[in-house]
């Protein structure tokens, strides 16, 4: 099993910035992508942005140039800074890893258990 573990939420105003970040745990084989979720309260679960073991990024447009996604492969760390933040980011923030624990098993989705980020304006 996977664990995540995630920090940094917090209650911030309109235009500051906060860091997230996420602390697989376990058995880890291999991390292929790691990213963050949020979901606001009435709505779904949404992407917000996600690294390949490579590198490469993924962002949506809803906070594209603002906030940037960032790991460490050798400490199974992925991380979030928010700058710029707005009311319409607040939401419960959720790490998301695709990880395997052996070399024989499949990729599953591990999640953590969320971390809250409140924007007043």
């Known amino acids: 099993q996977v664990q995540l573990v995630e920090s940094g939420g917090g209650l911030v105003q309109a235009g500051e910035s906060l860091r997230l970040s996420c602390a697989a745990s376990?058995?880890?084989?291999?991390?292929?992508?790691m990213g963050w979720y949020r979901q606001a309260p009435g709505k779904q679960r949404e992407l917000v942005a996600t690294?390949?073991?490579?590198?490469?990024?993924k962002y949506s447009d809803s906070v594209k140039g603002r906030f940037t996604i960032s790991r460490d492969n050798v400490k199974n760390m992925v991380y979030l800074q928010m700058n710029s933040l707005k009311p319409e980011d607040t939401a419960v923030y959720y790490c998301?890893?695709?990880?395997?624990?052996?070399?024989?098993?499949?990729?599953?989705?591990?999640w953590g258990q969320g971390t809250q980020v409140t924007v007043s304006s």
């Open positions: 998301n890893a695709d990880a395997r624990t052996s070399f024989w098993s499949n990729y599953y989705d591990y």
């Open positions: 376990g058995t880890i084989f291999y991390i292929n992508a």
């Open positions: 690294i390949t073991s490579r590198g490469s990024t």
